[in-house]
């Protein structure tokens, strides 16, 4: 387990030094290894591994501008989720979306791989069903 904290908290410092490499643009959507590897040649291939956590990985792989763009419009079908919903409805979809922030805090698989992606995307479809008061079918 220290290894893997160890190697968690270097992640980190990497990502800090390719947001300053590469700055307000970004390194482009799922560029963010290859940008390592350019930025440290020495390292084994399997050692390259993108930050675990995903509003990181945003900001390193948009950029500034890209990574706020996302989140606002994140920010705001989220709030037309909830503000939209009748009596028990937020209920339901809250704990949804906070499970979905935990885990994007924990791993990068929800935008890095396609398991990821289905899930996330799921949560939405389910946050949708339930704005429009039923079940997704």
């Known amino acids: 387990e220290a290894l893997s904290f160890t190697k968690r908290i270097a992640a980190f410092e990497e990502a800090r030094i390719t947001l ?3 700055g307000g643009q970004g390194t482009g959507l799922g560029a963010a290894t290859v940008a390592l590897r350019q930025l ?3 390292l ?3 050692e390259i591994q993108p ?3 995903v509003p990181v990985l945003l900001l390193v792989e948009l950029g500034a501008g890209g990574a706020g763009i996302l989140g606002l419009v994140w920010f705001l079908v989220s709030r037309n989720s909830i503000l939209n919903t009748q009596n028990s409805k937020p209920i339901v979809f809250a704990p949804l979306m906070i499970c979905l922030v935990i885990l994007l805090m924990l791993d990068h698989y929800l935008w890095t791989l ?3 992606l289905y899930v996330s995307g799921l ?4 946050g949708r069903g339930i704005d429009k008061g ?3 079918s």
Request: aromatic share 18%; glycine share 10%.
């Open 20 to 22: 300053s490499a590469y």
């Open 40 to 42: 440290y040649p020495e």
């Open 44 to 46: 084994s291939i399997w």
């Open 51 to 53: 930050v675990h956590n």
């Open 114 to 116: 396609p398991a990821g």
């Open 123 to 126: 949560v939405g479809w389910t």
């Open 134 to 136: 039923s079940a997704p």
